[in-house]
């Protein structure tokens, strides 16, 4: 019962800041470009996993809707949609304002973070990266995580203060990755409680509804290579431990890796491969089953070739001159024909 009355407590407080969900202030601004996983939807998501956002539940409130992808890819990204909307069961009972949003194809983006089930201990600093203002700028603030003393060691939120000087969340950026000093992502910002203080739900209280609506390998879906290995991590999100079944296409190939080989890969477990290649296209297929690859050094599309032109027609001949009829029958008299018969009359008078 206690956790049902903090539950609804953040849910009015979210109700309330619904219209301008939380986001950075004050804080750095980054390039979207270089943290091209980072979506914007009037909140912030993160992308997972090939084709899902990760966000909080009330970012879904007006339903589906497309969500804004960084510009380095934005082009290639233009034509997808969100296809459906998984919210965690029983989200506002517990307070884990955690859901996950299916886009309609693969994305492209070629930057992740990895998901932790573990706990940012008590007192230390957390990293949230957001969009605020109705801006697509992204911003980057530091929050300080601790032990709330009216809510001791809560189980499904970490509750979260500013820290003076690193910038503060305003509205934009509910749904923002919190990232641990590792830089994995440990929880998912969520509500404002007013006086500086936050909370963010733990990944660890939606671990389980991550895996079973994603059952598949969290990965970079492209990948630009440099001369030498080129080291890939990725990451299980596999409900049960799962085997190392990648195999490569095209210009690729795995060289080593802590995944090769490997046939009990726990969930939420990373490991890596090394792959060289020439620069030219190809993948690193993870499961052809789930259609999880990573595309090497996409070739872009040729430009479309002329029609050919048409062969020339031919000048059309002009039509012959008419002959003079110079007596002919039926025809028109000719000048020497009308001067002779003028001779002929005038000797008759």
Same mark, same amino acid.
């Given at each position: 019962?206690?956790? $049902?009355?903090i539950?609804?407590s953040?849910?009015? @407080?979210?109700?309330?800041?619904?219209s301008?969900?939380?986001?950075?202030?004050?804080?750095?601004?980054?390039?979207?470009?270089?943290?091209? =996983?980072?979506?914007?939807? $009037?909140?912030?998501?993160?992308?997972?996993?090939?084709?899902?956002?990760l966000? +909080? /539940?009330?970012?879904?409130?007006?339903?589906?809707?497309?969500v804004?992808?960084?510009?380095?890819?934005?082009?290639?990204?233009? +034509?997808?949609?969100?296809?459906?909307?998984?919210?965690?069961?029983?989200?506002?009972?517990?307070?884990? *304002? !955690?859901?996950?949003w299916?886009?309609?194809?693969?994305?492209d983006?070629?930057? !992740? $973070? !990895?998901?932790?089930?573990?706990?940012?201990?008590?007192?230390?600093?957390?990293?949230?990266?957001?969009?605020?203002?109705?801006?697509?700028e992204?911003?980057? !603030?530091?929050?300080?995580?601790?032990?709330?003393?009216?809510?001791?060691?809560?189980p499904?939120?970490?509750?979260l203060?500013?820290i @003076?000087?690193?910038?503060?969340?305003?509205?934009?950026?509910?749904?923002?990755?919190?990232?641990?000093?590792?830089?994995? /992502?440990?929880?998912?910002? =969520?509500?404002? #409680?007013?006086?500086?203080?936050?909370?963010?739900?733990?990944? #660890?209280?939606?671990?389980?509804?991550? @895996?079973?609506? /994603?059952?598949?390998?969290?990965?970079?879906?492209?990948?630009?290579?440099?001369?030498?290995?080129?080291?890939?991590?990725?990451?299980?999100? #596999?409900?049960?431990?799962?085997?190392?079944?990648?195999?490569?296409?095209g210009?690729?190939?795995? @060289?080593?890796? =802590?995944?090769?080989?490997?046939?009990?890969?726990?969930?939420?477990a990373?490991?890596?491969?090394?792959?060289?290649?020439?620069?030219?296209?190809?993948?690193?297929?993870? *499961?052809n089953?789930? $259609?999880?690859?990573?595309?090497?050094?996409?070739?872009?599309?040729?430009?479309?070739?002329?029609?050919?032109k048409?062969?020339?027609?031919?000048?059309?001949?002009?039509?012959?001159?008419?002959?003079?009829?110079?007596?002919?029958?039926?025809? =028109?008299?000719?000048l020497?024909?009308?001067?002779?018969?003028g001779?002929?009359?005038?000797?008759?008078?």
């Open positions: 019962m206690k956790y $049902n009355t539950a609804a953040i849910l009015l @407080t979210l109700i309330t800041a619904s301008s969900a939380l986001a950075v202030e004050g804080g750095a601004v980054l390039d979207w470009s270089a943290e091209n =996983s980072k979506v914007e939807a $009037n909140c912030t998501g993160e992308l997972i996993a090939g084709k899902w956002v966000t +909080a /539940i009330h970012c879904g409130w007006e339903g589906k809707r497309p804004g992808f960084s510009p380095k890819y934005r082009e290639k990204n233009n +034509a997808i949609e969100t296809k459906a909307i998984h919210d965690f069961p029983n989200g506002y009972t517990l307070g884990i *304002d !955690i859901a996950l299916e886009q309609s194809s693969r994305v983006y070629d930057t !992740i $973070n !990895i998901l932790t089930p573990q706990k940012p201990s008590y007192g230390s600093t957390v990293g949230l990266k957001g969009f605020g203002g109705g801006k697509r992204l911003g980057q !603030i530091e929050l300080e995580g601790f032990n709330k003393p009216t809510v001791p060691n809560d499904y939120l970490l509750f203060r500013d @003076t000087g690193k910038g503060k969340p305003i509205g934009g950026d509910s749904g923002s990755a919190v990232t641990d000093s590792q830089n994995r /992502i440990a929880a998912i910002f =969520s509500a404002d #409680h007013g006086l500086g203080v936050y909370s963010a739900s733990y990944i #660890h209280g939606a671990k389980d509804f991550i @895996t079973t609506t /994603i059952n598949d390998w969290h990965y970079p879906t492209r990948l630009k290579t440099v001369a030498g290995i080129n080291t890939v991590t990725v990451q299980s999100l #596999h409900v049960n431990p799962t085997a190392d079944t990648a195999y490569t296409e210009d690729a190939t795995i @060289t080593s890796g =802590s995944c090769v080989g490997n046939n009990a890969i726990a969930p939420y990373t490991c890596t491969y090394d792959i060289t290649s020439n620069g030219d296209e190809g993948k690193l297929v993870l *499961d089953t789930t $259609n999880a690859y990573v595309l090497l050094n996409k070739k872009p599309p040729e430009p479309p070739k002329p029609d050919p048409p062969d020339p027609k031919p000048d059309p001949k002009p039509d012959p001159k008419p002959t003079p009829d110079n007596g002919g029958g039926g025809g =028109s008299l000719g020497f024909t009308l001067f002779s018969l001779l002929l009359a005038r000797k008759r008078h």
